[in-house]
């Protein structure tokens, strides 16, 4: 899987339109399995709402994408919804907007509107994470060295982990995979190649995003 946006936790967020309550509930779902049972699961707690509209993206080996208007007029509420998750270009969630009835229709171009607004709300909440893969990588120097490496480490954009003093000293880094080859020459030319490199495990690192 490549890098790709999702949400930063569970939440939901809820807006008044002419009386009528929307409840926009967000979850993290891997599979589309995931998805339908969160979706019941909402519809089970809101068992008494006059809607549960939902829409989810999921990125498996291919991507899912679904949408429902739940008794809404067709096109007004499922898909305004999962329009919003395209727009922030997000992966593996699943929204579900529930609708209590004020008492007033809002229309189609209103509906619309109340379901996306539902949605961007509860995702401003929540808060966005892209989900990047990173490369463990060692960097082993001498006790000559290892003063200047630390300080250039310390000013630059990579992330130190931890440290080792053994009979060298090893700078654990965290580098984002499409930079470890980069991030190499640049160590390589800062220690005047007077550097081991080792490569550990990869893991996905959530860096927030701005809305």
Known sequence: ?????????????????????????????????????????????????????????????????????????????????????????????????????GGIKLGAGGLIRAYGKATSGALLEVGIVEKQLHQFISLSVSYPVSGKLQNILEESKYMVHSVDYTDVVSFHCVIPVQETEYFKEEATNWTNGNVTFQNGKQAWIEVPVEN
């Open 1 to 101: 899987m490549e890098n790709h946006r999702t949400i930063k936790q569970y939440g939901s967020h809820e807006l008044i339109i002419k009386k009528s309550r929307f409840i926009c509930t967000l979850a993290r779902t891997e599979t589309e399995d995931e998805a339908q049972t969160f979706i019941e699961r909402i519809k089970k707690e809101h068992w008494k709402a006059t809607h549960n509209c939902s829409a989810y993206l999921i990125n498996g080996q291919t991507l899912i994408q679904r949408a429902s208007d739940d008794g809404e007029p067709s096109g007004t509420a499922g898909v305004p919804i999962l329009e919003v998750l395209k727009k922030q270009k997000l992966q593996n969630v699943t929204a579900v907007v529930t609708r209590y009835f």
